[in-house]
Protein backbone atom coordinates (compact mmCIF):
# COMPACT_ATOMS: atom_id res chain seq x y z
CA UNK A 1 0.00 0.00 0.00
CA UNK A 2 1.88 3.04 -1.76
CA UNK A 3 -0.55 5.55 -0.02
CA UNK A 4 -0.44 8.88 -1.75
CA UNK A 5 2.57 9.20 -4.49
CA UNK A 6 3.11 12.54 -6.15
CA UNK A 7 5.20 12.69 -9.13
CA UNK A 8 8.10 14.55 -9.84
CA UNK A 9 9.59 15.36 -6.70
CA UNK A 10 11.45 18.65 -7.82
CA UNK A 11 10.33 20.72 -11.15
CA UNK A 12 12.14 23.66 -12.60
CA UNK A 13 10.05 25.47 -15.52
CA UNK A 14 10.16 29.00 -17.24
CA UNK A 15 7.80 31.42 -17.43
CA UNK A 16 4.94 30.07 -19.88
CA UNK A 17 5.58 26.81 -19.88
CA UNK A 18 3.19 24.00 -19.09
CA UNK A 19 3.12 20.79 -17.47
CA UNK A 20 1.46 18.40 -15.02
CA UNK A 21 1.84 16.97 -11.39
CA UNK A 22 0.87 13.94 -11.25
CA UNK A 23 -1.28 12.06 -7.86
CA UNK A 24 -1.52 8.77 -7.63
CA UNK A 25 -3.41 6.94 -4.45
CA UNK A 26 -4.15 3.24 -3.95
CA UNK A 27 -6.25 3.23 -0.90
CA UNK A 28 -9.89 3.76 -3.15
CA UNK A 29 -10.19 6.88 -1.62
CA UNK A 30 -13.37 9.39 -2.69
CA UNK A 31 -11.96 12.58 -1.86
CA UNK A 32 -8.98 13.80 -3.67
CA UNK A 33 -7.19 17.92 -3.14
CA UNK A 34 -4.49 19.84 -4.43
CA UNK A 35 -2.37 22.26 -1.90
CA UNK A 36 0.02 24.77 -2.28
CA UNK A 37 2.57 25.65 0.55
CA UNK A 38 4.03 29.15 0.62
CA UNK A 39 6.16 30.32 3.69
CA UNK A 40 3.91 32.00 6.23
CA UNK A 41 0.68 30.96 4.10
CA UNK A 42 0.19 27.61 5.58
CA UNK A 43 -1.47 25.14 3.11
CA UNK A 44 -4.32 26.31 0.69
CA UNK A 45 -6.62 24.61 -1.06
CA UNK A 46 -6.34 24.45 -5.37
CA UNK A 47 -8.64 22.15 -6.09
CA UNK A 48 -10.69 19.18 -5.15
CA UNK A 49 -12.74 16.42 -6.17
CA UNK A 50 -15.47 14.13 -4.57
CA UNK A 51 -15.29 11.24 -6.64
CA UNK A 52 -14.32 10.21 -10.33
CA UNK A 53 -16.05 12.92 -13.29
CA UNK A 54 -16.47 15.41 -10.04
CA UNK A 55 -13.89 18.61 -9.41
CA UNK A 56 -14.35 21.88 -8.02
CA UNK A 57 -12.71 24.99 -7.21
CA UNK A 58 -10.62 25.58 -3.62
CA UNK A 59 -9.15 28.84 -2.49
CA UNK A 60 -6.47 29.87 -4.74
CA UNK A 61 -7.60 27.78 -8.35
CA UNK A 62 -6.88 30.39 -10.60
CA UNK A 63 -3.78 29.56 -13.23
CA UNK A 64 -4.79 25.77 -12.54
CA UNK A 65 -6.66 22.86 -14.05
CA UNK A 66 -7.83 19.42 -12.66
CA UNK A 67 -9.57 16.55 -13.82
CA UNK A 68 -10.48 13.36 -12.53
CA UNK A 69 -11.36 10.46 -14.69
CA UNK A 70 -10.57 7.58 -12.60
CA UNK A 71 -10.75 7.25 -8.60
CA UNK A 72 -7.15 6.93 -8.47
CA UNK A 73 -5.61 9.75 -10.36
CA UNK A 74 -5.98 13.29 -9.37
CA UNK A 75 -3.46 15.51 -12.45
CA UNK A 76 -2.79 19.31 -11.63
CA UNK A 77 -2.14 21.35 -14.43
CA UNK A 78 -0.63 24.78 -15.02
CA UNK A 79 -1.23 25.60 -19.03
CA UNK A 80 0.91 28.74 -18.48
CA UNK A 81 3.37 29.09 -15.66
CA UNK A 82 4.11 31.88 -13.68
CA UNK A 83 6.49 32.78 -11.18
CA UNK A 84 3.87 33.15 -8.25
CA UNK A 85 3.18 30.06 -8.75
CA UNK A 86 6.61 28.52 -7.51
CA UNK A 87 5.63 26.92 -4.05
CA UNK A 88 5.68 23.39 -3.09
CA UNK A 89 2.46 21.17 -3.88
CA UNK A 90 0.87 18.65 -1.99
CA UNK A 91 -1.65 16.33 -2.90
CA UNK A 92 -4.12 14.83 -0.32
CA UNK A 93 -6.68 11.77 -0.18
CA UNK A 94 -9.45 10.43 2.32
CA UNK A 95 -11.70 7.99 2.09
CA UNK A 96 -15.20 10.44 3.19
CA UNK A 97 -15.85 13.53 4.68
CA UNK A 98 -15.54 12.86 8.20
CA UNK A 99 -12.25 10.40 7.86
CA UNK A 100 -8.39 11.05 7.84
CA UNK A 101 -6.88 13.45 5.17
CA UNK A 102 -3.53 11.55 4.14
CA UNK A 103 -0.84 13.99 2.22
CA UNK A 104 1.51 13.03 -0.48
CA UNK A 105 5.46 13.87 -0.16
CA UNK A 106 5.19 17.38 -2.47
CA UNK A 107 6.66 18.85 -5.30
CA UNK A 108 8.47 21.48 -5.12
CA UNK A 109 8.02 23.73 -8.28
CA UNK A 110 10.20 26.29 -9.22
CA UNK A 111 9.07 28.73 -12.12
CA UNK A 112 11.80 30.92 -13.64
CA UNK B 1 -9.43 36.84 5.04
CA UNK B 2 -7.78 34.58 7.02
CA UNK B 3 -10.21 32.19 8.76
CA UNK B 4 -7.86 30.53 11.04
CA UNK B 5 -4.96 31.96 12.42
CA UNK B 6 -1.76 30.45 13.89
CA UNK B 7 0.89 31.78 16.49
CA UNK B 8 4.01 31.95 16.93
CA UNK B 9 5.28 31.44 13.57
CA UNK B 10 8.12 29.76 14.77
CA UNK B 11 9.38 28.68 18.31
CA UNK B 12 12.64 27.45 20.24
CA UNK B 13 12.46 25.68 23.43
CA UNK B 14 15.01 23.22 25.22
CA UNK B 15 14.94 19.96 25.64
CA UNK B 16 12.37 19.06 27.83
CA UNK B 17 10.46 21.87 28.25
CA UNK B 18 6.81 22.60 27.05
CA UNK B 19 5.80 23.87 23.78
CA UNK B 20 2.55 25.87 22.96
CA UNK B 21 0.97 27.04 19.84
CA UNK B 22 -2.11 29.02 19.41
CA UNK B 23 -4.78 29.15 16.87
CA UNK B 24 -8.02 31.39 16.59
CA UNK B 25 -10.92 30.64 14.22
CA UNK B 26 -13.60 33.01 13.08
CA UNK B 27 -16.47 30.55 11.88
CA UNK B 28 -18.73 29.26 14.66
CA UNK B 29 -19.70 26.53 12.05
CA UNK B 30 -16.46 24.59 12.32
CA UNK B 31 -16.84 21.50 14.15
CA UNK B 32 -13.40 19.76 13.97
CA UNK B 33 -10.38 20.69 14.62
CA UNK B 34 -6.97 18.77 13.75
CA UNK B 35 -3.48 19.84 13.97
CA UNK B 36 -0.76 18.38 11.71
CA UNK B 37 3.31 17.91 12.03
CA UNK B 38 5.24 18.11 8.97
CA UNK B 39 8.88 16.70 8.70
CA UNK B 40 11.25 18.81 6.43
CA UNK B 41 10.77 16.51 2.78
CA UNK B 42 7.52 15.43 3.83
CA UNK B 43 3.71 15.73 3.74
CA UNK B 44 1.85 16.87 6.48
CA UNK B 45 0.41 14.12 8.69
CA UNK B 46 -2.41 13.95 11.43
CA UNK B 47 -1.02 14.04 15.03
CA UNK B 48 -3.83 14.90 16.61
CA UNK B 49 -7.66 15.97 16.30
CA UNK B 50 -10.46 17.43 18.47
CA UNK B 51 -14.10 17.84 18.59
CA UNK B 52 -16.05 21.22 20.33
CA UNK B 53 -17.73 19.33 22.55
CA UNK B 54 -14.65 18.51 24.95
CA UNK B 55 -12.33 21.10 26.19
CA UNK B 56 -9.72 18.55 26.10
CA UNK B 57 -7.94 15.71 24.28
CA UNK B 58 -4.38 14.57 25.32
CA UNK B 59 -2.49 11.82 23.28
CA UNK B 60 0.71 10.73 25.18
CA UNK B 61 3.07 14.28 25.53
CA UNK B 62 0.24 16.15 23.01
CA UNK B 63 -2.79 18.14 24.05
CA UNK B 64 -5.05 19.84 22.34
CA UNK B 65 -6.95 22.77 24.67
CA UNK B 66 -10.00 24.05 22.96
CA UNK B 67 -12.04 27.08 24.33
CA UNK B 68 -15.23 27.57 22.55
CA UNK B 69 -16.43 30.73 23.44
CA UNK B 70 -13.47 32.19 22.83
CA UNK B 71 -12.91 30.60 19.73
CA UNK B 72 -8.76 29.62 20.32
CA UNK B 73 -7.45 26.16 20.78
CA UNK B 74 -3.98 25.39 21.23
CA UNK B 75 -1.29 22.44 21.30
CA UNK B 76 0.82 21.99 23.98
CA UNK B 77 3.78 19.27 24.00
CA UNK B 78 4.94 18.33 26.93
CA UNK B 79 8.81 17.45 27.78
CA UNK B 80 9.39 18.48 23.87
CA UNK B 81 11.99 16.27 22.67
CA UNK B 82 14.84 17.17 19.21
CA UNK B 83 12.27 14.84 17.30
CA UNK B 84 9.29 17.04 17.80
CA UNK B 85 11.17 19.55 15.79
CA UNK B 86 8.92 20.46 12.67
CA UNK B 87 6.40 22.23 11.22
CA UNK B 88 3.19 22.56 12.89
CA UNK B 89 -0.04 23.44 11.46
CA UNK B 90 -3.92 24.08 12.67
CA UNK B 91 -6.72 23.42 10.61
CA UNK B 92 -10.95 23.91 11.00
CA UNK B 93 -13.34 21.84 8.95
CA UNK B 94 -16.75 21.49 8.87
CA UNK B 95 -17.96 17.82 9.29
CA UNK B 96 -21.44 17.62 9.85
CA UNK B 97 -23.44 19.83 7.56
CA UNK B 98 -25.73 18.53 5.18
CA UNK B 99 -25.54 16.67 2.25
CA UNK B 100 -22.82 18.12 -0.77
CA UNK B 101 -20.40 19.29 2.15
CA UNK B 102 -17.05 18.16 1.56
CA UNK B 103 -15.34 18.90 4.98
CA UNK B 104 -12.61 20.91 3.36
CA UNK B 105 -10.17 21.65 5.33
CA UNK B 106 -8.79 25.28 6.45
CA UNK B 107 -5.60 25.47 7.74
CA UNK B 108 -3.47 28.07 10.04
CA UNK B 109 -0.16 29.77 8.76
CA UNK B 110 1.68 27.38 10.32
CA UNK B 111 4.37 27.20 13.13
CA UNK B 112 8.14 25.75 12.98
CA UNK B 113 8.75 24.57 16.02
CA UNK B 114 12.97 23.78 17.13
CA UNK B 115 13.30 21.46 20.27
CA UNK B 116 17.23 22.19 21.01
CA UNK B 117 19.23 19.44 22.77
Known amino acids: NAGVTQTPKFQVLKTGQSMTLQCAQD?????MSWYRQDPGMGLRLIHY???????DQGEVPNGYNVSRSTTEDFPLRLLSAAPSQTSVYFC???????????FGPGTRLTVL | QQQVKQSPQSLIVQKGGISIINCAYENTAFDYFPWYQQFPGKGPALLIA?????SEKKEGRFTISFNKSAKQFSLHIMDSQPGDSATYFCAASMLYLGSGNTGKLIFGQGTTLQVKP
Open chain 1, 49 to 55: SVGAGIT
Open chain 1, 27 to 31: MNHEY
Open chain 2, 50 to 54: IRPDV
Open chain 1, 92 to 102: ASKAGVRDTQY
